[in-house]
């Protein structure tokens, strides 16, 4: 036994419990005050992913993908999209996953809503925010690694699929309408976006197919349109 694990033993018999591990180090922590609630902060839990919306102003298609490897069905038409990297904004990582899996380089705009989902992978949290992005280019270069095809497509046709992730199916409703609006946002919602998705948003829990989800989708109030009074775009 070495001399670390003979420590670990000794803390963990002095009543320390483990707070987190990463690569070759363990932190163990004891809250001394006994009659005091804990509150030393607990590790960073939550999964970070980011999906990119991005809508051609001349002929209203959005850029979709067919992952190599889906999670939902194999013919799914999706947003690119996927995990927000250490030390990277929110807004960096949407260009960067649309320029890796499609070749597109696009331009932030802002954020038009997020998605939090519970018991994730390895019982963490997810959350999933979706920016809309200007594109700065159309060639197609998608990412054989990772991407099966990609394709600019009519966004009607989007939202029409047999099957479809029912969040990127407003969304898109959304995207398609602040274009229309040509609403840009101002310099105090780009510099403080999250916090206005939080305070001006409604959230209402997701359903996928018959059965209830752990998903609670955030988006703004004018969002929140039953199916069946959708209009066609």
Request: proline share 6%; with cysteine; charged share 30%.
């Amino acid at each position: 036994m070495c001399i670390r694990d003979r420590f670990i033993a000794i803390c963990a018999s002095c009543g320390f419990t483990f707070h987190h591990a990463k690569g070759s180090i363990a932190m163990m922590t004891l809250w001394l005050p006994k009659y005091e609630e804990n509150r030393i902060p607990s590790f960073a839990t939550h999964y970070i992913g980011v999906g990119g919306i991005v809508i051609r102003d001349d002929t209203e298609e959005i850029l979709v993908i067919k992952e190599r490897k889906s999670r939902f069905a194999a013919d799914l038409w999706k947003i690119p999209g996927g995990l927000v990297e250490q030390n990277e904004y929110i807004k960096e990582g949407a260009v960067r996953e649309v320029r890796e899996e499609t070749g597109i380089e696009s331009e932030f705009v802002g954020l038009l809503a997020f998605r939090e989902k519970l018991n994730y992978l390895f019982g963490h949290p997810d959350l999933y925010f979706v920016a809309l992005l200007k594109p700065l280019t159309t060639e197609l270069k998608p990412d054989p690694r990772e991407v099966k095809e990609a394709r600019w497509m009519p966004v009607q046709e989007f939202v029409d699929q047999p099957v479809l992730i029912e969040t990127q199916r407003k969304i898109a409703y959304l995207a398609l309408a602040k274009l229309r609006n040509q609403q840009p946002m101002t310099d105090i919602e780009k510099e403080c976006m999250l916090d206005l998705v939080i305070w001006k948003a409604e959230h209402f829990q997701m359903k996928l197919g018959k059965k209830p989800s752990d998903n609670v989708f955030y988006a703004p109030g004018a969002l929140h349109i039953p199916r069946k009074e959708e209009p066609k775009l």
